[in-house]
């Protein structure tokens, strides 16, 4: 069987170093880094309720603007005050957050292959988050406001369509109009309701997203804003003069970084490096050439339209169809969906290697990883003469790797979801003495669900359910992500010293202890 | 207990190293946009050149040439000057630079943006616009004197109906 790669590579060994870190810190459920894009979803709903309650005192003209942002900045500071303060450092944050996120993909390697739209459609949020930030600072009308809005104008103006006379509505007395600040507002709204359509494009190809963070990173996270609100609450600066520009300017880095770079050097080469850099994310996933594995496939003559690999598959790539037989419905592949985890061949209830045909056939599979090819291994490694004391080892292709030792038959997958549980009991009958199942650490499931959909198909939870009459002292299952080798080996020795125990031991009596679940490693 | 008060405390002060990251960057450090003595001359404008040739009656032999309805009776050609600006500070020349004008067939506005940081304090600002390919020299001059205050913006615009150069 061919064995599956891994995500190695020092960027992913250094960000999981890092997660790994923060672990320790805030447990693995309330680490912030393992759950960035969640954040991201919430720092949005925090900045549009905010937002809202700016925009109930914003007066939206030029005379006003200045003085209605001043009002509830110094005449309500503990309510007004502290909701310009909180809409501001929560942009802030969103910015830190979403590029974060974008860096845990890229250096976990997340981006190629099925991940592609999950990327490229996280692309634009980047422009449409900055170009809602920089409009907001627009709104205020004060001295940064005017650098702003001149900035941008001299920005576009060096664009062929739109010409240098752009600028002129910014520097000329009387250029400036209600209307203009009309549209600004217009934008300020617009744009991140675009945003939002974009986020929710963003994870229309995932099942079940993860678009709410933990109670205890809501809480905290809001805690430190308003903090950090009422240490330093945002203030406006003098308000917006045509006849002057300030010489010195306390700019928003999070938002406003690129427009000190058209003065040193020009609003061309701004053009080039954004639009670059902006062109070079959206081929990300095309450059290097990783090949694709195949897409999983679906036998109609052994899919009973259960809808199991349909609510397991963690990327949405299984849909259910009318069965051609006339008969119920069938799954149905989207072959550019699939990521080729085999999660789908674990929840299908046709897969059980007990069955007595020459070839397993199953419902769904990954044809180059069937079930049937999982079974002649077992059965090459456990039907022949003098194989008594085998413990089988099933580990996450995305884990830590054990090291191979005498009486230990180890089995790659893809994911350990890929496993119908069905395969450890089939093992045991064989006479395995044992069998381990390493997924990948808690929180750090390469395919989402694999590591949930194990522990809970093992602990018999969710369908397909090991069942109660296996001996789970046999059974270990070992959470051990890529930096966890030795960790993995000692917990596999314990294990197997622990079944020789029992094997004398049960001679003279003695007591079996349950592992399943038990062990992580990060 | 101990274990947990670490834990605890490590959170409390992972989040407020986040925030005080977040809150130092939202204003700082300060961008230098100017350097402190200076102040800014900005040259914006946008306005049709004059057109680069009279109309002219069409000959009788023109006139049968052409189709009927669009036999008018005089070539009125639409392609419009070049604005050319120059600009002199104290007697240095600051920028001579040409204006085309705008559209494929040359005959729409033509429109510039540039911006100069000066040092402040007094200056003779010396602008001369020519706006018509027929006139040798210049159109339209403007002369100030100024005295300017660090962050002052002077605009230099061309409006051709208000009496041409305008300096504000
Ligand atoms: C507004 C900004 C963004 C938000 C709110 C956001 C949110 C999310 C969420 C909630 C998920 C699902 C996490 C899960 O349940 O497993 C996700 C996944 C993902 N995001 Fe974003 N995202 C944003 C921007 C970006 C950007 C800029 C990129 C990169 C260019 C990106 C790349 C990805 C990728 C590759 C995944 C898939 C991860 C996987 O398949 O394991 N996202 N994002």
């Known amino acids: 069987m061919p064995a599956p790669t891994g995500s190695a590579g020092a960027p992913a060994a250094l960000w999981r170093a890092a997660e790994s870190a923060l672990d320790r810190l805030c447990g693995v459920d309330d680490n912030p880094l393992r759950q960035l894009g969640a954040i991201g979803f919430y720092l949005f709903w925090l900045i549009a309720v905010t937002g809202g309650y700016l925009y109930i005192f914003y007066e939206t003209s030029v005379a006003g603007a200045h003085a209605s942002v001043e009002a509830l900045t110094h005449g309500q500071w503990w309510a007004g005050g502290v909701m310009r303060s909180l809409h501001r450092y929560a942009s802030d944050a969103f910015i830190a957050v979403i590029v974060l996120h974008l860096v845990r993909e890229l250096m976990l390697g997340r981006f190629r292959g099925f991940r592609w739209y999950s990327w490229v459609s996280g692309v634009p949020t980047l422009w449409l988050a900055v170009a809602a930030g920089v409009v907001g600072y627009w709104m205020v009308w004060d001295d940064l406001a005017l650098f702003v809005a001149t900035a941008t104008t001299e920005w576009f103006g060096a664009l062929p369509g739109f010409g240098a006379a752009l600028v002129r509505n910014f520097i000329a007395e009387g250029a400036v109009s209600d209307r203009l600040f009309s549209l600004v507002a217009f934008l300020h709204i617009g744009l991140p309701l675009v945003l939002l359509l974009v986020m929710w494009m963003h994870v229309q190809r995932l099942t079940r997203p993860q678009t709410g963070t933990t109670r205890r990173v809501a809480l905290t996270g809001l805690a430190a804003l308003v903090a950090l609100s009422l240490v330093a609450p945002a203030v406006s600066g003098p308000p917006a003069d045509l006849t002057r520009i300030a010489t010195s300017l306390p700019i928003d880095w999070f938002y406003l970084a690129p427009l000190p770079a058209l003065y040193t050097a020009s609003p061309e080469a701004v053009w080039v490096a954004s639009v670059g850099a902006t062109l070079l994310l959206v081929v990300a996933p095309w450059l290097g050439r990783t090949p694709r594995p195949r897409p999983a496939v679906v036998e109609p003559a052994h899919c009973n339209g259960c809808r199991r690999c349909f609510d397991d598959c963690p990327y949405a790539a299984i849909a259910m169809a009318a069965h051609p037989s006339g008969k119920g419905e069938i799954a149905v592949v989207d072959a550019d969906r699939c990521a080729s985890c085999g999660i789908c061949a674990g929840s299908c209830p046709s897969a059980v290697p007990f069955r007595s045909t020459a070839t397993l056939a199953s419902g769904i599979d990954l044809p180059h990883f069937t079930v049937d090819m999982l079974r002649a291994a077992i059965d090459a490694t456990l039907r022949p003469a003098g194989t008594a004391g085998t413990t089988l080892v099933f580990a996450c292709g995305h884990g830590a790797a054990p090291t191979p030792q005498p009486g230990l038959a180890i089995f790659t997958l893809p994911c350990a979801g890929l496993l119908p549980p069905t395969f450890v009991e089939y093992g045991l009958r064989l006479g395995a003495t044992g069998v381990v199942v390493v997924t990948c650490a808690p929180g750090d499931c390469e395919y989402r669900f694999g590591l949930r959909w194990t522990l809970e198909r093992l602990e018999g939870t969710r369908p397909p359910r090991l069942r109660r009459s296996v001996d789970r002292s046999r059974l270990a299952v070992i959470q051990a992500g890529p930096g966890s080798r030795a960790a993995l080996d000692r917990d596999i020795e314990a294990f197997r010293a622990r079944l020789a125990a029992r094997a004398t031991g049960s001679a003279a009596g003695g007591t079996s202890r349950p592992t399943l679940g038990e062990t992580t490693h990060g | ?168």
């Open chain 2, 1 to 168: 207990m101990a274990n947990l008060t670490l834990r605890y405390g490590g959170q409390a002060i992972l989040y407020v190293l986040f925030a005080a990251f977040v809150g130092y960057f939202s204003t700082s450090p300060p961008y230098q946009h100017l350097p402190p003595d200076q102040a800014l001359l900005r040259l914006s404008f946008r306005a049709p050149g004059q057109l680069t040739t009279d109309c002219r009656p069409r000959s009788p032999e023109e006139l049968a040439k052409m189709s009927p309805q669009l036999r008018a009776q005089m070539d009125c050609p639409r392609e419009r000057s070049p604005v050319h600006v120059r600009v002199d500070l104290d007697g240095k020349l600051m920028l001579d630079e040409t204006f085309a004008p705008a559209g494929l067939r040359r005959d729409g506005a033509a429109s510039g943006y540039r911006r100069q940081p000066i040092p402040a304090g007094e200056h003779l600002l010396r602008v001369q616009v020519n706006d018509s390919v027929r006139v040798k020299g210049f159109t339209h001059e403007a002369e100030r004197r100024l005295t300017l205050a660090p962050g002052q913006v002077v605009l230099i615009d061309f409006l051709p109906d208000q009496g041409g150069v305008v300096i504000r």
